[in-house]
């Protein structure tokens, strides 16, 4: 059997980790993985999470499963925090999923259950992991456009154009805040305009939301995947808390799927209920329920909010610091899109041949297409990427 095995093709962030880990050079700096880091290059458990996890290792009194769809206070509790109000409470169905990547891969199974032949659209970039998916479940996929590489921008008249080509029931995948891997985000007065589009072609949105609290703050993150969810009778949501809780390893994240009504909803839960049980029959627990102790606590969700904010400057504050450096060395403002663009990722726009001349003269590490993440830097590593990027002549 195992003959007839294929080699897959290697993931290129966990290469680039690879190709890091055997660099001997002291002075090495890591941009490639997708994790948050301090000043030390250490990622931190939160000061929220060891409490909400000293209080469930005193209070806990089992371990026995909890349901198909998870603890159902999780399930509100991460409603509440990606919704608001936005969406009436009894339209919503939800399951808890080993991270962000399990919801995405939870919302593709449920498209391919319900409209099997709905094309899935995706930006051009996004995150590898998103087409990978969807290739392996042998589903159809189309992209349009998303970054311009000459202003470091959105492409918004190419993105329009792409999507004029939508057919009733596609679906469309779109990134709710800190666009990965280009950091580079839709305003609202363009999702609107995106919106329109969709409603009239019938199509469908799928929102990955997985850097709330990252960008603008927590509740401005959520506004463009509120903006989404409202204006639609069906909407999916994938939800991660790797990020803005820094549970990374607990693989806590939660599918949503917005339903016409409460019939409708009663149907979808039922249906995100047997694809868990299909997958992996109950999600994992721990790390929804330290979510959920944190959420539903007013000092640890006041705790967990000045860090989440804390960590939130430090990356804003050291895109500012690179931008700056950048316009000091080069004399230009070309580079101003640093500061503007939110979240853990930016893209440079440099060639693969560019960023490998970083790597093998600098020893700075960023995925080929230039996408490094801002989280990796200090201020000490800061002038050093600056001076390589002018040196590199991006």
Known sequence: MLHNLHPQPADKILMLMAEYRADPRSDKIDLGVGVYKDATGNTPVMRAVKEAERRILADQTTKAYTGLAGDPAFG?????????????????????TPGGTGAIRQALELIRMATPEATIWLSNPTWPNHPSIIKYLGMKMAEYRYFDNATRGVDFDGLMADLDALKAGDVVLLHGCCHNPTGANLTSDQMAQVIALMQDRGAVPFVDIAYQGFGDGLEADAQITRQIAAAFDNCLIAASCSKNFGIYRERTGALMAIAKDADQQALAQQNLAFLNRQNYSFPPDHGARVVTTILTDPALRAEWEAELEETRLSMLGLRQQLADELKRLTNSDRFDFLAHHRGMFSR?????????????????????????NVAGLNAQSVPVLAQAIVTAGI
């Open 76 to 96: 509100t509790a991460i409603r509440d925090l990606v919704l608001g109000d936005s969406v009436a409470a009894d339209r919503v169905a939800c399951v808890a």
């Open 348 to 372: 440079l726009g440099a060639t693969p041949e560019q960023v490998a001349a970083m790597r093998a003269d600098n020893g700075i590490y960023m995925v080929g297409d230039s996408r490094f």
